[in-house]
């Protein structure tokens, strides 16, 4: 799913073709994209976007007349731009948005039907997409550490819900945490100061510096490979790879569709963590170290 750096990176590309500009067309290719009734795209034709902003991990499209168009990427969909009647991807394709300058396409692969489109009125329509996290780019390390132990969860789970913290998911979640030198199952409410300061400024440095290599990587073009898999990562999609720190192999926990990434030696000081399938199926032989791995 496209997080933090990724939603920016899109946004700086998609100001200086569309703000300004009047949304001239809007043909949709999949209908259960559009989840909300009124106003319609009929409504919202021929309006200019005044304004372009993130809102967690959703785009919003601010438009003339106080209405707001919200996208959801979730996890398959992606947002590309083509010259006017330029080549359009047939079986992905979800809408067709025309500006003056060229077409933006919202697209999503596979079959899970999870990206959508909401058109809504006035501010108070735009606020049921807050979902209240914390921006931490402008946050200051009390707010942070107020707001990590709010709820007593894991870190995983603490760094990627939207009501704790805004635009951080899956993947950004396992580079934050190798970074700070943190295992993702740590509770919150166990921390230590230091530990609280440490996570601050890796999840600083990690957005800041992922949003940085992105825009480098655009110069100035649509972003063509947005990913949650990047050879430049540290754990995260590199299971069984080498940990840049220490050349540990990187480990995993699986649940359900997703994975977290580790490094049993940065992070959890030498501890395999319990994979939920494998150790209930392997029980006494499930190694406990990583020592026993190696």
């Known amino acids: 799913m496209p997080e933090l750096p990724d939603i920016v990176a899109y946004l700086e590309a998609l100001e200086p073709r569309v703000l300004g500009q009047p949304m001239e067309r809007v043909r949709v290719a999949k209908p259960f994209v559009l989840r909300s009734v009124s106003p319609t795209f009929a409504d919202v034709e021929g309006r200019r976007v005044v304004q372009l902003r993130r809102m967690g991990k959703r785009i919003v499209f601010g438009l ?126 166990r921390l230590s100061e230091g530990e609280i300061e440490r996570l601050y400024h890796a999840t600083r440095e990690s957005l800041t510096e992922w949003t940085e290599r992105l825009r480098r990587e655009a110069k100035g073009a649509f972003p063509e490979k947005v990913t949650a898999f990047r050879p430049e990562m540290a754990v995260h999609g590199r299971f069984g790879q080498p940990c840049p720190v220490c050349q540990t192999p990187v480990q995993r926990i699986v649940y359900s569709a997703n994975e977290t990434n580790y490094c049993a030696r940065c992070q959890t000081g030498g501890k395999l963590l319990a994979d939920r399938a494998l150790s209930r199926l392997l029980r006494k032989d499930w190694p406990k170290s990583i020592d026993e791995v190696e």
């Open 64 to 189: 003339d007349g106080d209405a707001y168009m919200v996208l959801h990427l979730m996890i398959a969909g992606r947002l590309r731009w083509i010259d006017s009647g330029g080549k359009i991807p047939g079986k992905i394709l979800l809408c067709i948005f025309e500006f003056p300058a060229g077409w933006l396409l919202f697209t999503e692969a596979g079959s899970t039907r999870r990206a959508s489109i909401h058109l809504v009125e006035g501010a108070d329509g735009l606020q049921q997409f807050d979902r209240g996290g914390l921006e931490v780019l402008d946050a200051n390390l009390e707010s942070f550490a107020a707001r990590l132990t709010s709820e007593n969860h894991t870190l995983k789970r603490a760094l990627t819900d939207p009501r704790l913290f805004s635009g951080v998911g899956n993947a950004y979640s396992d580079e934050i945490l190798h970074r700070a030198r943190l295992s993702p199952v740590t509770i919150t409410s």
